[in-house]
């Protein structure tokens, strides 16, 4: 027996960080979004009591490292399943890139084994595991539209933000989440607006939107990283609307509503960098079906 789960990415509209808490981790507010860029996951029922990884991508490792390996061991032993899985993962998604790659291809595996282990559980439940696993793999198990608080396992629904497209482009380096946050500098940083967000979300106002992106990972990065920088500068040269980093980066995302804007975009940012996408949001969230 075999299931296909798409596993899409995720951006970042707002990303806040409030302080680092008693247990090492830092408090942040985030609203996120899945696009329509995924991986693909598929699960096939194996007889043996195993789990295997397979994957053609070199930076996908296919043991314990993998998210989507650490979510199927949480629910074989949490839940004493004998059967085993094949996890094939073809990734669309780049590696590192800020967009939740790992944590989706995890958060997929969850509903998928759900299903195909026949284990029950709600979309709750499944996102409360998620949350031993990784940050954002309790947003990845909803996907749609969130506000996330804690460690990010705190999750508000929100409704789908305004249609648009999605330009995202992403340079051929890696950023370490942890760096980034550890050169975080928390008294001096200027925090974006996340109730001013939510309101243009929920009022369904594109051009508030804009004015309310921010990320306070992005000064980190670009300091290390001034490729990420010059992105950011020719999508602002090219029209975009808005221009935010995603999570700890360093994928750069341009946000606009028109059809001849994109492209000039996403043909502008092809000759200039490795990885570039055009999407749309997807704004609905999954379902259990």
Known sequence: MKLLVKAPAKINLSLDVLYKRPDGFHEVEMIMTTIDLADRVELTLLDQNKIHILSHNRYVPDDQRNL?????????????????????????????????????????????????????LTLDELASLGSEIGSD?????????????????????????????????KPFIGVSTAEVYRRLDLEGMKHPNINKMVSAI???????????????????????????????????????????????????????????????IYNGLRGFCDQVFAVRMLGERHTLD
């Open 68 to 120: 989507a390996f650490q979510a199927a061991q949480l629910l074989k032993d949490r839940y004493q399943v004998k059967k085993g899985v094949q996890i094939t993962i073809e990734k669309t998604i780049p590696v590192a890139a800020g967009l939740a790659g790992g944590s989706s291809d995890a958060a997929a595996t969850l509903r998928g084994l759900n299903k195909l282990w026949d284990l029950g």
């Open 137 to 169: 793999v309790s947003f990845c198990v909803y996907g749609g539209t969130a506000l996330a608080r804690g460690r990010g396992e705190m999750i508000t629904d929100l409704p789908a933000p305004p249609t648009c497209w999605v330009i995202l482009a």
């Open 202 to 264: 929920e009022n369904n106002d594109y051009q508030s939107v804009c004015e309310n992106v921010g990320n306070v990972l992005e000064d980190v990065t670009l300091k290390l990283h001034p490729e990420v920088a010059q992105i950011k500068e020719q999508m602002k040269r090219f029209g975009a609307d808005a221009v935010l980093m995603s999570g700890s980066g360093p994928t750069v995302f341009g946000i606009v509503q028109h059809d001849s804007r994109m492209h000039r």
